[in-house]
Structures are given as structure tokens and as C-alpha cells.
């Protein structure tokens, strides 16, 4: 089963209009600029801004006749406006898109990661001061993280020091505590990481800052070896290959929403409202408490070996609930430390 792709029409043309609309007043001021400069300062391609000029021939005043319309001329490569139909001011922003603008840079100056720092703070500043009271809305901006770890974590970076930490693996379900030797700070998916070189690993690994539970910046420089690189997270943090266990589950329409949040290799409509969702896991750890977090509405097609596991899973919880609690002693009457005695035992004791 294919499923639509999401449709970007309306964005795609509602940039569009933003683009016209601020390009006569930026060729006003340039005038016999050549397309190529153009282009690389609005940030579009060459093909992209002459379909805008030519767009632009046929927008204008109402009458659209001889003197309504936007007029330009063409001087080989060159062009130069030479009738702006009024539309001789750049786009200005409505209180809202000010707000919102001011709130993203300020979300932006508080990620982790962020490269030149000072150039965003410059730039909300300016925005901030062009604004005035269009921003003095009483907006606090925080990211979905724990605050005072990202900062412990930031300055440690910044400092250049290895790290102790107390790390919980989620995929194995186990605390370690490892020396690591930062590289950088980053937010991905709304989710604060510190990136390092694991002494433990032997490897450059992601930590997410909610997950460590302890850390003890060290009095040594942390010393990255040469083959330590980055991760390139342009499709995420996790990035699924060949040689990762796959798993297929049967899902119900309740349970959908994994295919929308998880990387799937393929989607199958089954029988009914039933899917067959098929995708690549860390491991079968991770995957047997995934599918038991998922509820009733899921079952593992294969491998069978997941299916086993999470069968085993599910017994076992159930023995848990099916055997009772041992009563709790009973306190005397007396209000004294020593628990009360049965008086079924007492009966039988000499």
C-alpha cells in the first residue's frame, strides 16, 4: 500500500507570493543587477528567479493594460525595473509573524549545538528592537529537556574536559558508568544529546541528556583520537541499514501512528483495518518491550524469535498479577514495633 504523499502546494505558493512580493522593491534598489547575484542573494536558483520574472510581466494594477502592469528591462544577464506598479516596499511583518519569529530565534539561542551563537542573538536583537512592543508579549521560551543539565553540559563542552557519566542504555535496559570526551551539544527531534567519544566503546556515541543520570566533569582535556567523526544526523538520530534485525507486526488502526513516527521499509494494507508495517530495529530487546508498550491491537508476524519473546513477556506479567501479594504484618494494638502475631500459628506453638 503507497500512502499519499503530503501535499505542499499551498506552502510551496504562499512563498512564492512572499518572494514577488519583496523581489521588485530588491531590484528597485539594484538596479541593472546581474540575474546571477540575484539569484545567490534571494536564495533560489537562476531557472527559479527568471519564472518569477516572468511572472512579474503579467502582475499590476487592475485595467492590466499598457502602464498598469510591472515593467522591466533586459540588458543581456542584467535586468532593471523599470515600472514597480506601487510595489516599491519590501514585505513587512504582521505582529504575529514578529512574535513568531522572536520566539524561534529565542528557542534557537538555547539549542544545543547551535554554531555562531553570537549571529543569532545579534540578529534578535535587531529584530527584537525593530519590533518594540509588537514582542513584548511575557513569552518564556524552554526546551523539552532538563535545563540545568544541558547547561552543566554546554559549559563542559565549551571547557574542553572529559566526562563521568551514569548512563541508562533504554535498548539494553542497563546503567554504565563511562569517561567520555565531548564533541559537541545538539537537539534532534526536540530531544537535547551530547555527542562524544566513549572510552568504553571505543566509538563515538549519542547520550541523551534525559537518560544520564549523573556527571562529573573531570580535571583532564578531553582527548578526542583523530578517527573520531560525527554522526551525520540529516535523517535523524537513528538510521536504519541492511544489517539491522527487521521485524514485521500486523497493527490496527489504533496503533497506525507508528508508521508516521517510526522509519518503515514497507506498509501492506491486510484483511480488515489490519497493516502490515515492516521495520529495522536496534535489536529485539528494544523491539520486545516496543511491541509490549503497544497494547493488544499489535502481533509480531515475524521474526519468530521476537514473537517467543514477547508470548514469554506477556505470560510472566500475567503469573505476576495472578499471584497474590503476601499480607503485609500487622501492627499491635499497642502501638509497639513488633508485628502481631497469627493467631492460626500461635494456636500451634508450644
Known sequence: MTRPAARGGSRASADRLARLLNLVPYL????????????????????????????????????????????????????????????????????????????????????????????????????????????????????????????????????????????????????????????????????????????????VRLFRVDRIDAVTELDEPAMVPPQARPHDLTDGVFRPSPDLPLITLRVGRGERWITEYYPCERVEAGAGDQWLVSLRVTDLGWARRFVLGLGPDVAVVAPAELAEQVRAAATAALDAYATPTPAAPRRPADGSDTPSADPAVTAGTQ
Open 28 to 203: 528597485l534598489a539594484r538596479p541593472g543587477i546581474e540575474i546571477a547575484e540575484a539569484a545567490g542573494d534571494l536564495g533560489v536558483t537562476e531557472r527559479q528567479l527568471r519564472e518569477d520574472l516572468e511572472l512579474l510581466w503579467v502582475c499590476g494594477l487592475p485595467g492590466y493594460g499598457p502602464g498598469d502592469l510591472i515593467d522591466m528591462a533586459f540588458d543581456g544577464d542584467r535586468v532593471t525595473i523599470t515600472y514597480d506598479a506601487g510595489i516599491d516596499r519590501p514585505l513587512r511583518l504582521t505582529p504575529d509573524e514578529a512574535l513568531a519569529l522572536v520566539v524561534a530565534l529565542r528557542m534557537l539561542a538555547e539549542t544545543p549545538g547551535v554554531a555562531n551563537r553570537e549571529a543569532v542573538e545579534r540578529a534578535l536583537a535587531k529584530i527584537e528592537n525593530a519590533a518594540g512592543d509588537l514582542v513584548a508579549a511575557p513569552v518564556e521560551v524552554r526546551l523539552p529537556a532538563d535545563t540545568r543539565r544541558v547547561q552543566e553540559l554546554r559549559a563542559a563542552v565549551e571547557s574542553g574536559r572529559a566526562l563521568r557519566i551514569t548512563y541508562y542504555t533504554a535498548a539494553r535496559d542497563e546503567t554504565t558508568d563511562r569517561v567520555v570526551d565531548p564533541l559537541r551539544m545538539l537537539m534532534v527531534g526536540g530531544r537535547a544529546y551530547v555527542e562524544a567519544w566513549c572510552r568504553r566503546a571505543e566509538a
